[in-house]
């Protein structure tokens, strides 16, 4: 088929519908071949390629992905007119997406598997305060990767003595300063992310930072709340707490939301 194709009437376009429709089915071998025969004709593009990184990585190629993988950076980026690192660097969140932490890791050159989530997490906070710098909507995946930070100290979503007071409390601030970030965004609303917000505050025993978070950037008094996790964690902070006010307030907007609040407290 695509040795029958007519190379005057081909564009980008038509060998990225191609490799959509081959990764739709999981027909990932064919995708490389719509790669190099576009290639050969001059019809690359940053899609396709990402689409063709995705495909190596879903291979039964045993040895050398990353090798194709960095042949396929080094096309797209003399194709932007970028140098390899800094396309990789620009694009580092959709070729995540595309190819998976592992391999984007690689790409990025955080080679160590112990201090990669680290590495990962510096990165974004990078791009959050650049963005605040210069007046730009921070993009959802390094906020997202920022308020998960309780993971990157314990594996097990609970904190002990992995950190100090000062480390704790750095923490908890940079997930308050990704979630000023995410509400200009409209991420907040989201409640997978408010889910994970909640979550690592705990974990980081920053029970009244959760409670703050909840109170005043996801519910609303009398209305209904999608957010259960959120809510329920906030309860248990509250509880915590013995802030009381606060417990009855979230409950309130809990049940009214259409949720069963006593099988919280048996």
Same mark, same amino acid.
């Given at each position: 088929?695509?040795?029958?194709?007519?190379?005057?009437?081909?564009?980008?376009?038509?060998?990225?519908? #191609? /490799?959509?429709? $081959? %990764?739709?089915? =999981?027909?990932?071998?064919?995708?490389?071949?719509?790669?190099? +025969?576009?290639?050969? @004709?001059?019809?690359?593009?940053?899609?396709?390629?990402?689409?063709?990184?995705?495909?190596?990585?879903?291979?039964?190629?045993?040895?050398?992905?990353?090798?194709?993988?960095?042949?396929?950076?080094?096309?797209?980026?003399?194709?932007?007119?970028?140098?390899?690192?800094?396309?990789?660097?620009?694009?580092?969140?959709?070729?995540?997406?595309?190819?998976?932490?592992?391999?984007?890791?690689?790409?990025?050159?955080?080679?160590?598997?112990?201090?990669?989530?680290?590495?990962?997490?510096?990165?974004?906070?990078?791009?959050?305060?650049?963005?605040?710098?210069?007046?730009?909507?921070?993009?959802?995946?390094?906020?997202?990767?920022?308020?998960? #930070? /309780?993971?990157? $100290? %314990?594996?097990? =979503?609970?904190?002990?003595?992995?950190?100090?007071?000062?480390? +704790?409390?750095?923490? @908890?601030?940079?997930?308050?300063?990704?979630?000023?970030?995410?509400?200009?965004?409209?991420?907040?609303?989201?409640?997978?992310?408010?889910?994970?917000?909640?979550?690592?505050?705990?974990?980081?025993?920053?029970?009244?930072?959760?409670?703050?978070?909840?109170?005043?950037?996801?519910?609303?008094?009398?209305?209904?709340?999608?957010?259960?996790?959120?809510?329920?964690?906030?309860?248990?902070?509250?509880?915590?707490?013995?802030?009381?006010?606060?417990?009855?307030?979230?409950?309130?907007?809990?049940?009214?939301?259409?949720?069963?609040?006593?099988?919280?407290?048996?």
């Amino acid at each position: 088929f695509l040795d029958a194709m007519d190379t005057s009437c081909v564009n980008p376009s038509t060998f990225i519908l #191609i /490799a959509k429709r $081959y %990764a739709q089915n =999981g027909t990932w071998p064919k995708i490389g071949e719509v790669y190099n +025969r576009a290639r050969s @004709v001059g019809c690359i593009s940053e899609e396709l390629g990402l689409i063709t990184m995705q495909a190596v990585c879903e291979s039964e190629l045993l040895d050398g992905k990353i090798v194709v993988l960095r042949r396929i950076v080094e096309d797209i980026s003399r194709l932007v007119g970028m140098k390899s690192v800094e396309w990789v660097n620009a694009k580092y969140w959709g070729i995540k997406r595309y190819v998976g932490f592992h391999y984007a890791r690689l790409l990025m050159r955080w080679d160590d598997p112990a201090t990669s989530q680290k590495e990962e997490l510096l990165f974004a906070i990078n791009e959050m305060r650049k963005n605040a710098s210069e007046g730009i909507a921070t993009k959802n995946a390094p906020l997202e990767c920022i308020v998960r #930070i /309780a993971q990157v $100290y %314990a594996t097990d =979503g609970k904190i002990e003595s992995a950190l100090s007071d000062k480390q +704790r409390r750095a923490a @908890v601030n940079l997930i308050l300063e990704a979630c000023v970030e995410a509400k200009r965004s409209g991420l907040i609303k989201k409640h997978s992310f408010t889910a994970e917000v909640v979550r690592s505050l705990r974990a980081l025993k920053a029970n009244k930072e959760c409670i703050q978070i909840v109170v005043r950037n996801v519910i609303s008094p009398g209305q209904k709340c999608r957010h259960r996790i959120a809510m329920e964690e906030a309860m248990y902070a509250a509880l915590e707490e013995r802030d009381h006010e606060s417990l009855q307030l979230i409950n309130d907007v809990f049940e009214k939301s259409g949720f069963d609040s006593r099988r919280m407290f048996v």
